[in-house]
């Protein structure tokens, strides 16, 4: 399972780094504008920083919601750097430009998705990934990881290439839960990821394994 970090926090991709188990990044509007990055110059410079950070996928939203728009837009930010995803939404403009682009070689990731429908049709037109919105499923009270499950048998079924990257992960149980369901890559915060780390008896076992090891000396 590939792990992915959901932000455009330059010191949290570094942080994620650092911890030699990152695999790509994962960007949208409203994440770049957390970060108060403005107008597109900074933006496509932001992109170009991010790839700079991480030898992986680099997913860089469209803004534009009509078939024209998109290519443009995608073409752009696909010469940016090698490793640039273009993420588009799962809309039918989108449907379009990812079979387009797919048509072309260029790397989509289709976003915004919230049923096994929509991530069959995104398969079909051939995006490189899928992300399906695990928490904002389960925000409004439906099974996120269901969905992941179901998406993971649909695309056995037929063989499709589409990597299913879970989204909208908000904790270190929904990572488990998507590797259990054999979902590809999580996209996660930082603090998803960190996480996982995280158990009372392993800070137990190595206090006492300290505490032990004063006696060997
Ligand atoms: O980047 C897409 C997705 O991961 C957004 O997550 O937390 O805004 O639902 P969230």
């Known amino acids: 399972m590939k792990f992915f970090i959901d932000t455009a926090n330059l010191d949290q991709i570094k942080e994620a780094a650092s911890l030699g188990v990152l695999d790509g990044v994962t960007t949208n509007p409203s994440l770049m504008a957390k970060e108060g990055i403005k107008g597109e110059a900074a933006v496509l410079a932001h992109y170009v920083a991010i790839c700079n950070l991480v030898d992986g996928p680099v997913s860089a939203e469209v803004l534009s919601t009509d078939f024209e728009g998109m290519v443009r837009e995608g073409e ?56 399906p919105f695990i928490g904002r499923i389960d925000d409004s009270n439906w099974d996120g990881v269901q969905l992941i499950e179901q998406i993971v048998q649909i695309y056995e079924n037929y063989g499709f290439g589409t990597e299913i990257l879970a989204a909208s992960i908000r904790s270190g ?45």
């Open 76 to 131: 752009a930010l696909a010469k940016l750097h090698k490793n640039i995803v273009v993420k588009i939404p799962m809309i039918k403009d989108g449907i379009k430009a990812i079979k387009y682009f797919t048509d072309k070689g260029i790397k989509t990731n289709c976003t915004l998705v919230f049923s096994a429908g929509q991530a069959l049709l995104a398969a079909k037109a051939g995006a490189t990934m899928v992300s």
């Open 173 to 217: 149980l929904h990572i488990v839960q998507c590797a259990e369901a054999g979902a590809d890559i999580a996209t996660c915060p930082l603090s998803s990821i960190e996480a996982l780390f995280k158990h009372p008896l392993t800070d137990i076992g190595l206090a006492k394994f300290l505490e032990d090891s004063k006696k060997m000396a």
